[in-house]
């Protein structure tokens, strides 16, 4: 193991939802200038990773640069620390009983009974070593998912309290996020929920060196003094976690309360303190002075972390437009099933987002939204199947193709203007062969989207297994759509445009995850100037 090497183990109890996500980029943002830093996340499903998953059961799935289909809470560590994280800095229970379970049958435990502990427990370790050593990092802060107690986390826990006598305890610090209610009935904060929370992982072994509450607003004194005095930790060490207006204010509530300085302490070294760059954008998150209405229309609304990066790309933007972005959730269903008009439904939107959604349902209240956008001239940005759809609405009503659709919709189709990508026909697993990653695009010269990437080339991250059909390309071109971003090899759509509209753009890609606050993804923030200019306009 790399004798420089720190390590900040990050738990959560209570409740799921907390934000221990955001709590362990925050605390990564704030070492980022002192230290070079690598998050990794510990999830306990037995999934390999989210990739299969439907969003209402985990949120999104977010989407690297090396094609790891990884959980929602790596968009936060790539956003605050403005890296580029990698799939082995994802561990799930699945990855490490296949580890485990393939070393077993090529004999490498010769013979002995393989266990939890300490095979299972050995194999987290290992891979935490390797990602320290690969990466040369200085810190690796470790977020440990779901709540503690639960069954499928006990044994990332156990390997993290095993971590203090490997690495030593110079050199490991334990923060635990907890939930102090407030309960109005007495008009008090209740700590009883941090002490037994707290209680339950000191069991486990680990006793934790700095106590994050989550509350609606600040910890009082006396809540402070008492989870300092019954979960033995010092008072200075008890961080209040209040309810913020932005995600983007924690690192500073939390270096107000001398994080930095608690961990400095720790680890023996002196903290740099710069989070200027920040402040300005939060200003413009914050105390914006012009406002627009987005629409976001899509199948998942029900669950806002469905959407996660594609909400922050839209505040990204904002912030530096000096907008607020009010979003407006359209559910697609209700547009197809209760008969929704899409006039009424977008009513008072300035522009139309229509975001990635696998399947049928909600497809036909998507295209008419989609139809109502390019028709009425509102902004419109279509990703990933949003750009599918506003193929296939162009082909139904402008090209005339009036059974236009995608085989992924309705399999039988006589038009299928989007179709399965060729090498997809025969994959038989789901997990993992989808199109995925960074892709290379050429963009047409004089394109809208080679001005707003300010470049013949860009690279975004990709998410699918249907393209548009190559046969229709003539068609639709002409007739007006125009392809202005290809695959290198010419064959796959990765833009299209509509000119003489305000803003008709859609892209193949899901520009929504390279997106940062410093650098905001250059389709979103077209959308939002566009949004602006037609506000201003009307």
């Known amino acids: 193991m790399q004798k420089k090497t720190r390590w900040i183990v990050i738990t959560g109890g209570v409740i799921s939802g907390l934000g221990k996500g955001t709590a362990t980029a925050s605390v990564g943002k704030l070492l980022s200038r002192n230290f070079k830093v690598v998050p990794v996340k510990c999830d306990g499903y037995i999934n390999v990773d989210p990739g299969t998953m439907n969003p209402f059961e985990h949120g999104e799935v977010f989407v690297l640069d090396d094609g790891g289909e990884v959980d929602m809470d790596f968009g936060h560590y790539e956003r605050f620390l403005n890296i580029n994280c990698k799939s082995a800095w994802n561990l799930t229970t699945g990855k490490i009983f296949d580890g485990v379970i393939r070393k077993e049958r090529r004999g490498d435990f010769l013979g002995g009974t393989v266990q939890i502990i300490p095979h299972i427990t050995n194999e987290i370790r290992n891979r935490w070593r390797e990602i320290a050593e690969t990466e040369k990092a200085d810190i690796i802060i470790i977020e440990i998912g779901g709540t503690v107690g639960d069954i499928e986390n006990s044994w990332f826990i156990e390997a993290a309290r095993q971590l203090k006598k490997e690495a030593g305890h110079e050199n490991v610090l334990y923060i635990h996020l907890t939930y102090v209610p407030f309960v109005s009935s007495v008009g008090q904060q209740k700590t009883k929920t941090a002490q037994r929370d707290v209680e339950g992982l000191r069991a486990k072994g680990i006793i934790p060196d700095v106590i994050i509450g989550r509350s609606e607003?600040?910890?009082?004194?006396?809540?402070?003094?008492?989870?300092?005095?019954?979960?033995?930790?010092?008072?200075?060490?008890?961080?209040?976690?209040?309810?913020?207006?932005?995600?983007?204010?924690?690192?500073?509530?939390?270096?107000?309360?001398?994080?930095?300085?608690?961990?400095?302490?720790?680890?023996?070294?002196?903290?740099?303190?710069?989070?200027?760059?920040?402040?300005?954008?939060?200003?413009?998150?914050?105390?914006?002075?012009?406002?627009?209405?987005?629409?976001?229309?899509?199948?998942?609304?029900?669950?806002?972390?469905?959407?996660?990066?594609?909400?922050?790309?839209?505040?990204?933007?904002?912030?530096?437009?000096?907008?607020?972005?009010?979003?407006?959730?359209?559910?697609?269903?209700?547009?197809?099933?209760?008969?929704?008009?899409?006039?009424?439904?977008?009513?008072?939107?300035?522009?139309?987002?229509?975001?990635?959604?696998?399947?049928?349902?909600?497809?036909?209240?998507?295209?008419?939204?989609?139809?109502?956008?390019?028709?009425?001239?509102?902004?419109?940005?279509?990703?990933?199947?949003?750009?599918?759809?506003?193929?296939?609405?162009?082909?139904?009503?402008?090209?005339?193709?009036?059974?236009?659709?995608?085989?992924?919709?309705?399999?039988?189709?006589?038009?299928?203007?989007?179709?399965?990508?060729?090498?997809?026909?025969?994959?038989?697993?789901?997990?993992?062969?989808?199109?995925?990653?960074?892709?290379?695009?050429?963009?047409?010269?004089?394109?809208?989207?080679?001005?707003?990437?300010?470049?013949?080339?860009?690279?975004?991250?990709?998410?699918?297994?249907?393209?548009?059909?190559?046969?229709?390309?003539?068609?639709?071109?002409?007739?007006?759509?125009?392809?202005?971003?290809?695959?290198?090899?010419?064959?796959?759509?990765?833009?299209?445009?509509?000119?003489?509209?305000?803003?008709?753009?859609?892209?193949?890609?899901?520009?929504?995850?390279?997106?940062?606050?410093?650098?905001?993804?250059?389709?979103?923030?077209?959308?939002?100037?566009?949004?602006?200019?037609?506000?201003?306009?009307?």
Request: hydrophobic share 35%; with cysteine.
């Open 217 to 538: 607003g600040d910890l009082s004194r006396d809540a402070r003094r008492k989870i300092a005095m019954f979960c033995d930790v010092d008072e200075d060490a008890v961080i209040s976690a209040r309810n913020i207006e932005t995600i983007y204010e924690i690192p500073f509530m939390f270096e107000e309360q001398k994080m930095l300085s608690i961990i400095a302490r720790k680890f023996d070294f002196s903290p740099k303190k710069d989070l200027e760059e920040w402040k300005g954008l939060i200003k413009g998150l914050k105390n914006p002075s012009r406002s627009i209405s987005v629409a976001i229309c899509g199948k998942y609304t029900m669950l806002n972390d469905s959407y996660a990066s594609l909400i922050e790309s839209l505040a990204h933007a904002g912030a530096n437009l000096d907008t607020k972005v009010n979003i407006k959730f359209i559910e697609t269903t209700d547009i197809e099933e209760k008969k929704i008009k899409v006039e009424d439904a977008l009513k008072g939107i300035d522009a139309v987002i229509v975001p990635i959604g696998f399947g049928s349902r909600g497809a036909e209240g998507k295209i008419e939204c989609i139809r109502h956008s390019r028709t009425n001239n509102i902004p419109f940005l279509g990703l990933c199947f949003g750009l599918q759809l506003a193929v296939i609405e162009f082909a139904r009503n402008v090209c005339g193709i009036k059974g236009a659709n995608s085989t992924e919709i309705s399999p039988e189709t006589k038009d299928p203007v989007v179709m399965i990508l060729p090498e997809q026909e025969r994959v038989a697993e789901k997990g993992a062969t989808m199109r995925l990653g960074s892709q290379v695009a050429d963009l047409r010269k004089g394109s809208v989207v080679s001005s707003l990437y300010k470049s013949n080339k860009c690279s975004e991250r990709h998410r699918h297994r249907y393209e548009v059909n190559p046969e229709y390309h003539e068609v639709l071109e002409k007739n007006g759509l125009v392809i202005s971003g290809s695959s290198r090899n010419g064959k796959l759509v990765e833009f299209i445009e509509l000119p003489g509209h305000p803003f008709f753009v859609a892209t193949q890609a899901h520009p929504e995850y390279k997106s940062r606050l410093e650098n905001p993804s250059p389709l979103f923030y077209g959308i939002v100037k566009a949004a602006l200019e037609g506000k201003n306009q009307a």
